[in-house]
């Protein structure tokens, strides 16, 4: 039976990541991912603190010269209310910019450069049962001809993504107290100058009559997009069933998406994901951590996933390396607790952005720059700063300036 420190589910940002960081540290790390890269996959748009992980893992100069297209903020637009977020304009102390990806060629570009610093990565390979026995667990594994096998290792950090290969094999998984909804989306071809709209921005797009309806736009290098509706699941029920026609008209009913992708090519197939949001139990076990959407998932407005996924790498990385060499370690104080803080003031926000009063801060003119710059801090990704107000007391803050937001408009109609 082979033996190995750390084995790592799935090849994703979150596996690519902490089989870096733990690889660099000395370890003996395997990666076992069920599917084949390139894969198409969604979380397209990273925020800004994502890069901090890639630079830790060693990866930046791999991603910087892959040619994506250069992020430096986030578009609001609802009907001819526009508002935006820099990122070069932060409370936090962080990055200014980062990249907008397409993800089939962005985690090949991790998992390589996993690779390329001595990480074994084995694809085609699923994990399909876990026993955890005093300081070591047996993994039993398969192969696409169904050939099984087992491997003995000391800890295990799933990063299977919506795979969620441990909270299922464990009974981890709980409902998430977050409405269900649904996404349509596909990668297109618009045919519009280059200056048509912001393409260093994602665009958030808001529905002409329904405010808890939104699209995605997030530019590629070239004139590639990736674009989506997200809607509660009831509200697709008057739209076609067919994922491209269900598409095609959602997107004549916005005028900024009819006007840009109007005329559009569409060369990839639509797809559809339904009840993405999740939540588990517990993170952390006997012989076992929880990484990104394997533990848990909110919501798509504001791009959280990837940076949640990566932050869940780094911290399980360094506590994991600790544990390693002999320290006494507590997985629920020393990584899920901070960990959620973060997830937490990103559910804060992806709560008020349904409720509309993040809508209403956004849309609004009157509120001061340093409010915005707390904002852009989290939306670039630093919802783990605690000296900032916003994210230390994200709901009640949000609360205030909403109201104080309501106000203004109130008085000046």
């Given at each position: 039976m082979q033996t190995v420190d750390v084995v790592v589910i799935g090849a994703g940002p979150?596996?690519?990541?902490?089989?870096?960081?733990?690889?660099?540290?000395?370890?003996?790390?395997l990666v076992v991912e069920a599917q084949h890269f390139p894969r198409f996959v969604i979380g397209?748009?990273?925020?800004?603190?994502?890069?901090?992980?890639?630079?830790?893992?060693?990866?930046?100069?791999a991603v910087e010269?892959?040619?994506f297209r250069y992020k430096n903020g986030a578009a609001f637009i609802r009907g001819d209310e526009y508002g935006a977020i820099d990122f070069?304009?932060?409370?936090?102390?962080?990055?200014?910019?980062?990249?907008?990806?397409?993800?089939?060629?962005?985690?090949?570009?991790l998992a390589n450069d996993a690779q390329r610093q001595g990480v074994q990565i084995q694809f085609g390979v699923r994990v399909v049962g876990f026993e955890s026995a005093g300081e070591s667990v047996t993994l039993r594994l398969q192969d696409e001809s169904k050939i099984e096998s087992?491997?003995?290792?000391?800890?295990?950090?799933?990063?299977?993504?919506?795979?969620?290969?441990?909270?299922?094999?464990?009974?981890?998984?709980?409902?998430?107290?977050?409405?269900?909804?649904?996404?349509?989306?596909?990668?297109?071809?618009?045919?519009?100058?280059?200056?048509?709209?912001?393409?260093?921005?994602?665009?958030v797009v808001v529905h002409p009559k329904n405010k808890d309806v939104w699209f995605w736009v997030i530019p590629f290098s070239g004139q590639r997009c990736s674009i989506g509706c997200v809607a509660a699941r009831e509200f697709f029920a008057d739209?076609?069933?067919?994922?491209?026609?269900?598409?095609?008209?959602?997107?004549?009913?916005?005028?900024f998406m009819a006007r840009i992708f109007g005329n559009a090519t569409w060369d990839t197939p639509v797809r559809t994901l339904e009840g993405y949001a999740a939540n588990v139990k517990t993170m952390t076990g006997p012989g076992f951590a929880l990484l990104g959407n394997a533990a848990e998932f909110l919501d798509p407005v504001f791009s959280s996933g990837v940076t949640i996924a990566m932050?869940?790498?780094?911290?399980?990385?360094?506590?994991?390396?600790?544990?390693?060499?002999?320290?006494?370690?507590?997985?629920?104080?020393?990584?899920?607790q901070p960990l959620r803080k973060g997830v937490d003031v990103f559910r804060h926000y992806v709560t008020a952005w349904y409720d509309g009063?993040?809508?209403?801060?956004?849309?609004?003119?009157?509120?001061?720059?340093?409010?915005?710059?707390?904002?852009?801090?989290?939306?670039?990704?630093?919802?783990?700063?605690?000296?900032?107000?916003?994210?230390?007391?994200?709901?009640?803050?949000?609360?205030?300036?909403?109201?104080?937001?309501?106000?203004?408009?109130?008085?000046?109609?």
């Open positions: 979150a596996g690519s990541i902490a089989s870096a960081i733990l690889k660099r540290r000395g370890w003996n790390v397209e748009s990273l925020l800004t603190h994502c890069l901090d992980f890639v630079a830790e893992a060693g990866m930046l100069e010269s892959a040619g070069g304009e932060q409370f936090t102390k962080g990055r200014a910019s980062t990249f907008q990806v397409q993800r089939a060629t962005f985690d090949q570009v087992e491997i003995r290792t000391k800890f295990v950090l799933d990063g299977s993504g919506f795979g969620r290969v441990l909270p299922k094999l464990l009974d981890l998984e709980t409902p998430s107290n977050f409405p269900a909804r649904a996404a349509v989306f596909s990668h297109v071809l618009d045919d519009k100058a280059q200056d048509a709209f912001d393409r260093n921005k994602i665009q739209y076609p069933i067919e994922p491209i026609a269900r598409l095609k008209q959602l997107v004549s009913e916005e005028p932050r869940s790498a780094s911290t399980a990385a360094g506590v994991l390396d600790r544990q390693l060499r002999g320290e006494l370690v507590d997985w629920k104080r020393d990584f899920e009063r993040f809508q209403e801060i956004m849309f609004s003119k009157n509120h001061s720059p340093k409010v915005r710059a707390m904002i852009s801090s989290v939306l670039a990704g630093y919802a783990w700063d605690e000296s900032n107000p916003f994210v230390s007391e994200a709901g009640r803050r949000l609360d205030v300036v909403a109201q104080l937001c309501r106000q203004d408009y109130v008085a000046a109609t």
